[in-house]
């Protein structure tokens, strides 16, 4: 597609209960990140894949929150036992890898998957 | 580790006056410095960055920044403010051989008529 894709857009569920986040990135970018926007807490840091490297996760917060992608392409966010304070919007943004050609620093973001923990 | 502050959580101003968004980064390797813009109910957009060259860098909708290496700083100026620049603004900071960007935690322009 044109833009990052990100599913489901809105997405409410129980404590307790498991849940999935995907996301889509444009063609052709070999990066892809997730990051978690908070209010008050800006946007934090969850974690980077680079192509076939072992991905940089250093930012997920617990052992709760995972993360794969696919065949390079797709990606899904997942967080098990969800818990009220897991409520907040998860972004995923891709960009071109840091020595590629064309590469200018930027980020592409999705349209976020909001998450309200019940 | 590389780190970001912008110590504004809100910066309330009025139509057609300048503005400045202070950012402050803290990095032990060379940086690359960046302003997302994030418009109500929408997705992060880049306004402008700073790879390497002058460091004084243009941006969209008339947005300018300064890399200030010796202040550690990259803050985001705008001579003249409309209704339509409302919107949370991002610093962000790159260091060395990693993707990975680091945000600060946002600050809210709110123009008032």
């Known amino acids: 597609g044109a833009g990052v894709s990100q599913s489901p857009s809105n997405k409410v569920t129980e404590k307790g209960k498991d849940v999935e986040l995907r996301c889509d990135p444009i063609s052709g970018h070999t990066a892809l990140y997730w990051y978690r926007q908070s209010l008050g807490q800006g946007l934090e840091f969850l974690i980077y894949f680079q192509g076939n490297s072992a991905p940089d996760k250093s930012g997920l917060p617990s052992d709760r929150f995972s993360a794969e992608r696919t065949g390079g392409s797709v990606s899904t966010l997942t967080i098990q036992r969800t818990q009220q304070e897991d409520s907040a919007v998860y972004l995923c943004a891709s960009s071109l890898g840091l020595r590629e050609w064309g590469y200018t620093g930027e980020l592409f973001f999705g349209e976020g998957s909001r998450l309200t923990v019940l | 580790a590389q780190s970001v502050t912008q110590l504004d959580s809100q910066v309330p101003v009025f139509e057609e006056a300048p503005v400045e968004l202070r950012c402050n980064y803290s990095?032990?390797?060379?940086?690359?410095l960046f302003w997302y813009v994030q418009y109500p109910n929408q997705g992060l957009q880049l306004l402008l960055k700073y790879l390497s060259g002058s460091t004084l860098v243009k941006g969209i909708n008339g947005f300018e920044a300064e890399f200030n290496k010796s202040q550690t700083s990259f803050h985001l100026r705008k001579p003249s403010v409309h209704i339509s620049d409302t919107a949370e603004y991002f610093c962000?900071?790159?260091?060395?051989?990693?993707?990975?960007?680091?945000f600060g935690t946002g600050t809210l322009l709110a123009v008032q008529p």
């Open positions: 990095s032990s390797v060379s940086v690359y």
């Open positions: 962000a900071v790159r260091g060395g051989a990693t993707n990975k960007l680091i």
